[in-house]
């Protein structure tokens, strides 16, 4: 069973995708992350996040077990992220590894923004998660502050409507929900009513996978 979850910055994708595996006993791959560390890797070695060549090798040299997930989940690392996510050639570097995590025969979640229409068009599930901006941006900042960042409601929402803006109108897989994927909607859900709705969308798959099955 492959789950491919996408969705907007902060529309709970993470949440409901942590929540499914461990509900599932599926491995997870948060891919964001890919992105984040491989930003992390360009500002640590002095180099600008619009060098393709030396985005590239820090995309085939990440080691998924070294990533300090607390840092990169960090409001200048999400900025830093969409914008090496755009090169097409740190896309193409990341391609194998997530269609490996996704080929394990236990089966696998993998979050994101293309997952159901570049990395895996063929999952058994797509859910495409989504909320509005404001609602967005009150969760993230609420996180953030979480952390320890002082961050501002208004800074956040801009950031938020950047990103998107950037992650749906690049060329190469941009954000967009696959056309067999669900869309939830989590503006009024809270995070046990999104995951709820979410168990019930993966259900309705896995029963659909096993008629398909006999
Ligand atoms: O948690 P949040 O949704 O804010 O961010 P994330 O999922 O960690 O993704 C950070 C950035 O990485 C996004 O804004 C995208 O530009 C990029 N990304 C991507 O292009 N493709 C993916 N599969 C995952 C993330």
């Not at 992390?40 to 300090?68: K, M, N, Y």
């Not at 997530?98 to 994101?112: I, K, N, S």
């Not at 058994?124 to 967005?136: G, I």
């Not at 503006?187 to 008629?211: G, N, Q, S, Y």
């Amino acid at each position: 069973m492959i789950i491919a979850i996408d969705g907007p910055a902060a529309s709970g994708k993470g949440t409901i995708a942590r929540k499914l595996a461990e509900r599932l006993g599926l491995p997870h791959l948060d891919t964001g992350l890919l992105y984040r560390a491989t930003a992390r890797a360009l500002i640590d070695h002095g180099r600008g996040l619009g060098d393709r060549d030396a985005a590239v090798s820090a995309a085939r040299g990440l080691a998924l077990a070294d990533f300090d997930e607390a840092a990169l989940r960090s409001r200048e690392m999400s900025e830093a992220a969409s914008i090496v996510a755009a090169i097409p050639e740190v896309r193409a570097a990341l391609v194998e590894l997530q269609r490996r995590f996704a080929r394990r025969p236990e089966g696998a979640l993998l979050d994101g923004r293309d997952i159901g229409t570049a990395i895996c068009p063929d999952a058994d599930c797509k859910l495409f998660v989504t909320a509005s901006a404001e609602t967005r941006a009150t969760r993230r900042a609420l996180e953030l502050r979480s952390r320890g960042e002082k961050v501002d409601y208004g800074a956040v929402l801009e950031d938020i409507r950047r990103r998107d803006e950037r992650d749906s109108s690049r060329a190469a897989a941009p954000l967009r929900a696959a056309g067999d994927a669900m869309v939830l909607d989590t503006t009024k859900l809270d995070v046990e009513a999104a995951f709820e709705a979410a168990l019930a969308i993966v259900e309705a798959a896995t029963r659909r996978r096993a008629r398909a099955a006999l």
